[in-house]
């Protein structure tokens, strides 16, 4: 409904209030949790990842920052205006790369874009040269005139990132903006999101792919079961949950080199595979030695080990 | 600019969209509803019609000649609110990309409604051509007033169509809507034979907007008919579309946004 305007005077908004400002926000769909009293702030110019298994909530979340799931309960501000009172005043500043690209598959490349720069509300000469500009810039202005179900995957996903772009929105949303791509195209879409935070635009991404957050973002939050389990700079995150190295060994091992573990260790299964988790690479090498067993792998802890430990998935023996 | 225009606006940006899709398969889109009234009319129009003493003073093919503008409009905005729509919020996804823009549910719904009334207002403009051409209009400037019926009636049977689409499980259940609703409203409201002897029919058909329609037609066509009872119709019309309508919204909201 419309009404006095509840706006956020711009400069103070810009002083430090956060682009996304979440505080208890909940969704339930009647006895299902999807969210439970979710806090999470995302900083202007900042890029966020938000990490957690399917069903986690991270769609749940995504889609009540504009508007088309309504949170049962919290507080929830996205540029500072209530997405359930004020969803508008919000998309007008909003990118969004959804899970689906949803292109209308019989129409051309051109015709596409231009539809959403209608949405969006863009003058047609000035929507004519942007689509061009965006087009160029993703590499897809030789398929202007391709009709939409002519395209690759890749393409596909590429156009849906120029229609997130059209307006040159403040905030992008990008949920699972690379499943399903081949790695050229992957590496591609990376370099333009951490071309959208040199330009200065906050971020939000959802994904399954440790790599990609840990390269792209500057702050993780990871999800389970609708609440918050972890978050940090992913470096810190992994300091501080899972620090150390790795070591992988053949299954067949574990009997040996169980009993030359020490305490603080942790062993856990990956596939076939025994993984030893030790704080030092020495740990690692003097446990080969005891043991005499050569490791198939060791390397340094990363994302993924962080994520499988708090999502619960890490079968911890070590008890 | 006020909240009213900008809604507007938008809502007109999804008609332009439609537009833009429905075009690409122009003569697939348009033939049933061209082909549909045209077979009618001459196999029960002009091939029944000599069997067929009078009704009500008119041929049997100047009796059912209204009846297709009202048919063009029911079946135009239905099959385009019901299919259409569903196959646009599944296997499109159209909604998910639209409703991330300045667009929201308001203006997916209203645009849909113009979008009918648009197409609606088209159709019934050509079948009042045709009919014309057949000579079967006693009041000829009745091909001016169809597009404006034919538009009226088609946004309430378009939010019949929204309802069904905002309802069914599957695609395929929109048969049942069909068999079960809208098909008796299109053989029973007075296209085919007329009601007047028919006592419990004649009372039941006032619960559809078709009907309402349907009547309008006829008096325009036949050049006959009171202003008190176009005025009824008109209004029985209107509070159809505002019933239906807001119905509609309601439950396409709970489907587009949970």
Redesign the interface.
């Known amino acids: 409904m419309?009404g006095p305007s509840r706006d956020i005077p711009q400069s103070a908004y810009q002083a430090g209030n956060p682009t996304i400002r979440a505080r208890g926000v909940s969704k339930r769909?009647g006895e299902f949790v999807a969210i439970e009293k979710l806090d999470l702030d995302v900083r202007a110019g900042e890029c966020v990842g938000l990490l957690g298994p399917n069903g986690a909530g991270k769609s749940t979340f995504i889609?009540c920052l504009?508007?088309?799931?309504?949170r049962s309960g919290g507080e929830l501000k996205v540029f500072g205006h209530d997405p359930t009172m004020e969803?508008?005043r919000i998309?007008?500043r909003?990118?969004?790369v959804?899970q689906?690209?949803?292109?209308?598959?019989?129409?051309t490349v051109l015709?596409n874009m231009r539809?959403?720069a209608?949405?969006?509300?863009l003058p047609k000469q000035a929507a004519l040269s942007r689509i061009e500009e965006l087009l160029i810039h993703m590499s897809l202005d030789h398929k202007r005139d391709a009709t939409i179900r002519t395209l690759s995957g890749g393409m596909k996903r590429r156009l849906?990132f120029v229609?997130?772009l059209l307006s040159d929105p403040e905030l992008l949303?990008l949920d699972e903006p690379t499943t399903g791509l081949d790695p050229t195209v992957r590496h591609l879409l990376w370099e333009k999101v951490l071309s959208f935070r040199q330009a200065g635009k906050t971020t939000l991404v959802t994904t399954h792919y440790m790599h990609e957050a840990e390269l792209l973002c500057d702050r993780i939050v990871i999800l389970n079961r609708g609440s918050v389990v972890g978050a940090g700079a992913p470096r810190e995150l992994i300091a501080r949950e899972a620090p150390g190295y790795v070591g992988i060994f053949a299954q067949d091992r574990e009997k040996v080199l169980r009993t030359h573990m020490r305490a603080g260790w942790d062993l856990f299964y990956q596939g076939r595979q025994c993984c030893i988790r030790a704080p030092q690479i020495e740990d690692l090498m003097s446990l080969q030695r005891a043991s005499g067993t050569q490791a198939l792998q060791i390397r340094p802890c990363n994302l993924e080990d962080v994520y499988l430990k708090l999502t619960g998935r890490e079968l911890d023996d070590n008890e | 600019m006020?909240?009213f225009y900008?809604s507007l606006q938008?809502a007109w940006?999804v008609v332009?969209?439609n537009w833009?899709?429905y075009r690409?398969?122009f003569l697939a889109n348009i033939s049933p509803t061209l082909a549909d009234p045209a077979l009618m009319m001459t196999a029960l129009g002009l091939g029944l019609s000599p069997f067929i003493g009078q009704i009500e003073g008119l041929s049997y093919a100047q009796y059912l000649a209204p009846g297709m503008v009202a048919t063009t409009a029911l079946f135009t905005a239905f099959f385009e609110c019901s299919y259409g729509f569903y196959v646009r919020m599944t296997f499109?996804?159209?909604?998910?990309?639209?409703?991330?823009?300045?667009?929201?549910v308001r203006e997916v719904v209203i645009g849909e409604f113009l979008w009918v009334f648009i197409r609606a207002a088209l159709m019934a403009a050509g079948v009042g051509l045709v009919l014309a051409v057949m000579g079967l209009l006693a009041n000829i400037w009745s091909i001016f007033i169809f597009p404006f019926i034919g538009g009226l009636l088609a946004v309430p049977c378009g939010a019949i169509g929204l309802l069904a689409a905002a309802h069914v499980r599957n695609i395929n259940q929109f048969q049942s809507v069909y068999s079960f609703l809208i098909a008796p409203i299109y053989f029973l409201s007075g296209v085919f034979f007329p009601l007047t002897d028919r006592p419990i029919l004649g009372v039941l058909v006032h619960l559809s907007p078709f009907y309402h329609g349907v009547r309008l037609l006829q008096m325009t066509a036949w050049g006959r008919g009171s202003f008190g009872e176009a005025a009824f119709h008109v209004t029985a019309i209107f509070l159809f579309t505002v019933v239906l309508g807001l119905w509609a919204f309601k439950k396409i909201r709970q489907r587009?946004?949970?």
């Open positions: 419309p769909f889609g504009y508007g088309v799931v309504e969803p508008r998309k007008q909003l990118g969004v959804p689906e690209n949803a292109l209308d598959e019989e129409l015709e539809i959403y209608r949405f969006e509300g849906t229609r997130a949303i | 006020s909240e900008i938008l940006h332009v969209r833009m899709v690409k398969d499109e996804s159209v909604f998910k990309a639209m409703l991330t823009t300045p667009i929201g587009l946004t949970i």
